[in-house]
């Protein structure tokens, strides 16, 4: 059962912090924090050996039935890591937070744990009623902490996050029963079957409603006001852990279904078109977290790519994009509520020179940028295994490098452009900004991209998650 204890153990943590809160934002984020070591151990272990653990008995209506392989336990990994120092950093944040609302961080920590319980949930349930169920529990968390701790109109993001985040949840749910209609109750990654057979209206509920969650193209349009309003702890785990339950999910279960091999070529232009939108988007923005939150649009045309070329590289790729972006985009998000501390801004023209009054926090700020453009860090791994890919897919046929390239281009300017207005050019600010438990986080968080970067962690990741896709021949 040590699956389920380590899901369980946040939740049950959260009601001790919320308790702790009352009286002290800084010793329940610890208490959150220390909740989702268990689940960062046995996810981390898995993910870094290549061991599998499963619980349940996996026949007939399992509910209790759990599964972690390198491949979905990347997934996890990403949430309890980000998920810990993200728990580290919100203390000064939420302290700073609680005063300007007058109220306390209680209801923030009573969720929180809830919040990244049900993600972890959503990842590693191979009982596809349970992933619907883990994915509520995270999605009601979330809400209670936009309502009571967001800026802006907060109600109102609120209901359009509650309306966006239903839809698609409930879009997956109406797949996965019709997929009950056949007798598969399982996630069949996660139990090593082949192929199912088509089912148009399976995948077509099953993709369009992970879409919603994943914010691509054409549906993204709630995800720019729900991260920029949303209190920026929440945002640095909404942008990266969320978003992304929708690509594992059309890993995981809808390319099982797929109704047509052609439709990958499809899904390959619209993820490249979601690519490219998300980024030039995110170029044109002048409040920072309303950039981060389009680079996630962005990002997640990477992710869906990944799968949709439909081969063990693309699998992988997906996969460690997760982690890339998860860790890139948590430090990206942790440093635009920084500057909120303690410039009490996030209009980037009123930024500039920022290197000198925190060289460590831009530094790290960088390689967060970094981890978006494949470069020197985790993320370099994935997208090279993303070119592999790509290039497998299409051979010779040069023509379509062509969009490739402008999806990388793309990333590249926006990340370079932020960094050089943000970082450098001419001193606005005097002084230096505090050292504290959030800039301590945020330097750890990037730091640890770059280590995942070197030999033996990159080799190990890379090669599990690879060796347990290209055992599933699903393609075959």
């Given at each position: 059962m040590m699956i389920l204890v380590s899901l369980l153990i946040p939740m049950a943590l959260s009601l001790v912090a919320y308790i702790v809160a009352k009286k002290s934002t800084y010793l329940a984020s610890y208490i959150s924090a220390i909740a989702l070591v268990p689940l960062l151990v046995i996810s981390g272990y898995t993910t870094f050996s290549g061991v599998i653990y499963t619980e349940g008995t996996f026949q007939g209506f399992d509910i209790l039935a759990f599964k972690i392989t390198p491949f979905n336990g990347v997934f996890a990994f990403t949430v309890a890591l980000v998920g810990i120092f993200v728990a580290l950093y919100s203390a000064p944040y939420m302290e700073h937070r609680s005063h300007e609302l007058g109220r306390d961080t209680s209801i923030f920590y009573l969720t929180y744990g809830f919040f990244l319980g049900g993600l972890a949930g959503a990842f590693v349930a191979v009982n596809l009623i349970m992933i619907y169920i883990f994915i509520e529990i995270a999605l009601i968390a979330s809400l209670f902490q936009i309502l009571y701790y967001g800026y802006g109109d907060r109600v109102r993001i609120t209901i359009m996050y509650l309306i966006w985040s239903h839809v698609g949840a409930l879009l997956v749910l109406a797949g996965f029963l019709f997929l009950y209609l056949?007798?598969?109750?399982?996630?069949?990654?996660?139990?090593?079957?082949?192929?199912?057979?088509?089912?148009?209206?399976?995948?077509?509920?099953?993709?369009?409603?992970?879409?919603?969650?994943?914010?691509?193209?054409?549906?993204?349009?709630?995800?720019?006001?729900?991260?920029?309003?949303?209190?920026?702890?929440?945002?640095?785990?909404?942008?990266?852990?969320?978003?992304?339950?929708?690509?594992?999910?059309?890993?995981?279960?809808?390319?099982?279904?797929?109704?047509?091999?052609?439709?990958?070529?499809?899904?390959?232009y619209y993820a490249l078109a979601t690519a490219i939108y998300g980024g030039l988007m995110a170029f044109l923005q002048k409040d920072i977290k309303r950039l981060f939150a389009y680079s996630t649009v962005s990002q997640m045309g990477y992710l869906l790519l990944g799968v949709a070329l439909f081969n063990p590289h693309g699998y992988t790729a997906a996969a460690l994009f997760y982690l890339s972006h998860g860790l890139g985009k948590a430090v990206l998000f942790m440093t635009a509520g920084y500057f909120i501390m303690y410039l009490h801004t996030r209009d980037i023209e009123k930024m500039g020179g920022l290197y000198g009054w925190r060289p460590e926090l831009a530094g790290a700020a960088i390689v967060g940028f970094l981890n978006l453009a494949g470069i020197l860090t985790i993320g370099m791994v994935s997208e090279i295994i993303l070119t592999v890919s790509y290039a497998k897919y299409f051979?010779?046929?040069?023509?379509?490098?062509?969009?490739?390239?402008?999806?990388?281009l793309v990333t590249s300017i926006y990340a370079f452009n932020t960094i050089r207005a943000v970082f450098f050019g001419p001193h606005k600010y005097e002084g230096r900004g505090p050292v504290d438990i959030a800039l301590t986080s945020i330097v750890a968080v990037a730091l640890l991209s770059i280590l995942f970067l070197l030999p033996p962690f990159s080799n190990a990741l890379a090669d599990n998650v690879y060796n347990t896709i290209e055992v599933l021949k699903l393609w075959k």
């Open positions: 056949r007798g598969i109750y399982y996630v069949p990654l996660l139990v090593d079957v082949k192929h199912l057979g088509a089912d148009y209206v399976a995948f077509l509920l099953i993709l369009i409603g992970s879409l919603v969650k994943m914010a691509a193209l054409g549906v993204h349009m709630w995800l720019p006001y729900v991260h920029a309003e949303a209190p920026t702890p929440l945002s640095a785990l909404l942008s990266p852990v969320l978003v992304g339950v929708g690509g594992y999910i059309v890993a995981a279960v809808g390319m099982y279904i797929l109704p047509s091999p052609e439709l990958t070529q499809w899904l390959i051979s010779f046929s040069y023509a379509y490098y062509i969009p490739y390239a402008l999806m990388l």
